[in-house]
C-alpha cells in the first residue's frame, strides 16, 4: 500500500532532480501500475543522473571526433590466406576444447517486445521459421541443446530481460531438455548495480553438476557480475 507520506517523499526526491515528469500520468494508473512506477523510480541513482544531465546534456561543448576514427576491425569468414586458414583452424579446434571442457555459454539480450512488427511479446517468443513456426527462443534452444549433446557438456544459455517482460520470458519453456534456473535479479534498465550473487544466478550447489544445458533468466546487474567475474 502506498502512504501519502511515501507518495510524498518520492515527489520531493524528483523534483530536488527535476524528475517530476516521472509521474506525469500518476492519476492514471491503477494501484499496482502505481507501486510499479515507484519500486522502479526508488531503484535510480539520480546523483548519477545529475551527473549525465550535466556532461551530456546540458554540456555545450560537442565530444570531439577522433581524426583516426575507422570501422572496427574484424576477421573476414573466408580466410585470405594460408597463414590465415591455419589461423582459424587453430581457432576452431580451440572453440571445440572450450565447449567440451563447459566454459562456453550463450547469451541473449532480450529486453524488448515485438510491438514494433506488431508483436506484443517478447521479441524472442516471435514465430519466425517458415514451415514449422518455430519461435526465436526455441530455434536458440534446440542449437545450444545440439551442441551441447554433441560435446558432452554443460552450455548454459543466459537471457537478459527487463521489467517489462521478465515475467512472461519466465513462463516460456522452449526446450524440454534445458532445466530452467530462476532468480529473484534485477532486470535490464534499472541503473543501480546489486551485489554479487553469482552462486544464486547459477543455482548449483557445491559439488553438484547438472548433466543437461541450462536456461537461466537474468537480469542486467547480475549480467554485470557474471561479465566481471569472468
Known amino acids: 500500500m502506498i502512504t501519502k507520506k511515501v507518495l510524498e517523499n518520492i515527489k520531493k526526491l524528483l523534483k530536488k532532480h527535476n524528475q517530476g515528469h516521472l509521474l506525469a500520468f500518476w492519476g492514471q494508473l491503477d494501484a499496482a501500475q502505481k507501486q510499479n512506477l515507484l519500486a522502479q523510480i526508488e531503484e535510480l541513482d539520480f546523483s548519477e543522473m545529475d551527473g549525465w544531465v550535466a556532461n551530456y546534456i546540458k554540456k555545450s561543448t560537442p565530444a570531439a571526433i577522433p581524426a583516426n576514427f575507422a570501422p572496427a576491425w574484424f576477421y573476414n569468414p573466408i580466410p585470405a590466406s594460408p597463414e590465415q586458414e591455419r589461423k582459424y583452424g587453430k581457432a576452431i579446434e580451440l572453440g571445440k576444447e572450450l565447449i567440451s571442457a563447459g566454459k562456453v555459454a ?96 547459477l543455482g548449483i550447489p557445491d559439488g553438484t553438476r547438472y548433466t543437461k544445458p541450462l536456461i537461466i533468466i537474468l537480469g542486467k546487474a547480475d549480467v554485470w557480475q557474471v561479465m566481471v567475474s569472468a
Open 106 to 201: 550463450a547469451f541473449v539480450v532480450a529486453g524488448g517486445q515485438g510491438t514494433r512488427f506488431g508483436f506484443d511479446e517478447p521479441k524472442g517468443n516471435f514465430p519466425i521459421s517458415p514451415v514449422k513456426n518455430k519461435t526465436l527462443f526455441q530455434i536458440s534452444a534446440e542449437t545450444i541443446a545440439a551442441v551441447s549433446e554433441k560435446y558432452q557438456t554443460v552450455c548454459p544459455w543466459y537471457i537478459m530481460t527487463s521489467p517489462l517482460n521478465y515475467a512472461a520470458i519466465s513462463e516460456i519453456n522452449p526446450n524440454a531438455s534445458m532445466p530452467k534456473t530462476q532468480h529473484a535479479g534485477r532486470q535490464e534498465g534499472v541503473l543501480r548495480e546489486a551485489a554479487s550473487r553469482i552462486r544464486r544466478l
